[in-house]
Structure formats: structure tokens, C-alpha cells
């Protein structure tokens, strides 16, 4: 009898031995393949030429033949708009991370079909579209991580905005842009303080900007990518 017991008690700890052993096997298995899921876009890197072809104004049906599914899209909020819920839904963005920086593409609920805004941050070396002209004189650059705030961008400005979370830190300069391209133009440079003094931006380093349809322009927070 005593054998039997004996019997009974190893034949159920090799049972547990070997369910734990499985367990453990599996949860290898489900961590192998999430660190091995990749961002659809991630190995992709962000042009120039890319950025010509999704410019506010042109068909939103380009960005997902050209791009595909975004890696997020949510309900989006103008930088230049204090929160109001009554306007809340009336714009939606999508997101794609890129191998060489962020871009987020906006549309308005009212005009789905089309871009209304571009918006573009950390793509370091890419040429701004078109826009050589608001570089300081002698430039023959507009590359984000090169071009810098200059007389000609503090000169026209439209509107200006801080952009202060726990984690982003960065300030928001338009100007509209007039023939041929008319579309409002914002760039984001470091914050500095909260002196009113906008000239101290002068040689800030750009680090992005959007470009969009009308005065509601959109920036890339951190918790975005998330």
C-alpha cells in the first residue's frame, strides 16, 4: 500500500514537472514572437520625393496605395485650438514610423478624401518641399537637422505656439505660404522660456514641421508613439 502511495505522489510531481517544463516552453515561444513583430514600416526610409507625392490638397486613397495601414491612426487636435470637446472629432490622423523619423498624415472629417495636413519631425537630411526660400540668404539648403530659424521665417509670422508636455519640449512658428503654393507652413524648433521675445528663436535648429491646408497645423507628441 505504502507503494502505491509512493507511486501516486512521484506520478503527480512528474505530471507538475513536466506541465511546468511546457509552460515555461510556451512562454518563450509567445516572447520569441513578440520581440520579433515589427513595425510594417519600420524598415522603411522617409524621402523627399515620398513627401512631394503626399502634399496637402492631393487624394488621401495615394497615401495608403503608396504606404499601406498606418502603424496607429486616432482623432486628432490643432496645436493653434485650445481643447474644446465640440471639436474634438473633426480631424483624424495617421501615423507611420519610419527607420529615419516620424510622419503624421491629417485629414478633416468634412473632406476625408483629401490630405489636409503633412507633418514630419526627427527626419534628419530630408529636404523640406519646396521650400528653399525661407533660409537665410546665401543657403542653398532646406534639410531638416540642417536649416535653422531665419529673418525671412520671423519675418512673416502668422501665428506661434509652445508645445509643452511632460516628455516634449518644442515651439511652433507659422507663416502662410502665398503663390504658388498657399498652404500654411509651421516648424518646430527647441523651446526656449516663456519669454514673449520670438526673435530669441532666431538660428534655432528645425527639427520638423507641417505643412497644411489651413491655419490648424499638428505635431507628433511622444505619447503618439505609444
Not at 486616432?74 to 519610419?98: A, C, G, H, P, T
Not at 485629414?107 to 518641399?129: F, H, M, Q, R, S
Not at 498657399?182 to 523651446?191: I, R
Request: hydrophobic share 35%; glycine share 6%.
Amino acid at each position: 500500500m505504502i507503494e502505491n502511495i509512493i507511486a501516486a505522489i512521484l506520478g503527480g510531481l512528474f505530471v507538475l514537472v513536466v506541465s511546468r517544463v511546457l509552460a515555461y516552453r510556451d512562454l518563450k515561444k509567445v516572447e520569441a514572437n513578440n520581440n520579433t513583430l515589427k513595425n510594417p514600416n519600420e524598415d522603411k526610409i522617409l524621402t523627399s520625393d515620398l513627401l512631394y507625392s503626399l502634399m496637402p490638397g492631393r487624394s488621401y486613397e495615394k497615401v495608403r496605395e503608396i504606404l499601406g495601414a498606418p502603424d496607429k491612426s486616432f482623432k486628432d487636435e490643432s496645436i493653434f485650438v485650445d481643447f474644446d470637446e465640440s471639436i474634438r472629432d473633426r480631424f483624424n490622423s495617421d501615423l507611420y514610423l519610419f527607420k529615419n523619423g516620424h510622419m503624421k498624415i491629417t485629414t478633416e472629417k468634412e473632406n476625408e478624401k483629401n490630405i489636409y495636413a503633412l507633418t514630419v519631425l526627427n527626419c534628419y537630411g530630408i529636404d523640406i518641399p519646396d521650400l528653399y526660400y525661407i533660409a537665410d540668404e546665401g543657403l542653398d539648403y532646406s534639410k531638416i537637422g540642417e536649416i535653422r530659424v531665419s529673418d525671412e521665417i520671423l519675418r512673416f509670422i502668422n501665428q506661434s505656439e509652445s508645445i509643452r508636455t511632460r516628455i516634449d519640449n518644442s515651439f511652433a512658428i507659422q507663416q502662410y505660404l502665398g503663390n504658388p503654393h498657399y498652404k500654411y507652413f509651421t516648424v518646430f524648433c527647441g523651446y526656449l522660456d516663456e519669454d514673449n521675445d520670438i526673435s530669441k528663436y532666431k538660428g534655432e535648429l528645425i527639427d520638423g514641421f507641417c505643412i497644411s491646408e489651413g491655419e490648424d497645423a499638428f505635431f507628433i507628441y511622444h505619447y503618439d508613439l505609444s
